[in-house]
């Protein structure tokens, strides 16, 4: 968990101005790597990253759906 939580960090420090270079790890097979997408865009703050987290919303797993509406909360500044 701290491991993840470092690297998480590191992404986030990335985002900015890169947010399309998540696009292929947002269609990763695996959901716990779209939702951690999805948290690292919208931590990131990158307002270009929304159309990339909108289309995580309507993931078909639940956990990255609401990952993805908790990132777009914080995107549009709706969320701490």
Request: glycine share 6%; charged share 25%; aromatic share 2%.
């Amino acid at each position: 968990v701290v491991v993840q939580q470092r690297l998480n960090r590191n992404h986030i420090e990335i985002v900015p101005g890169r947010s399309t270079s998540f696009s292929r790890p947002a269609q990763d097979p695996d959901a716990r790597l779209r939702a951690d997408v999805a948290e690292i865009l919208g931590l990131g703050g990158d307002a270009a990253a929304l159309p990339l987290v909108e289309s995580l919303m309507k993931d078909r797993d639940p956990q990255v759906a609401l990952a993805a509406q908790r990132a777009a909360a914080r995107l549009r500044g709706r969320w701490p």
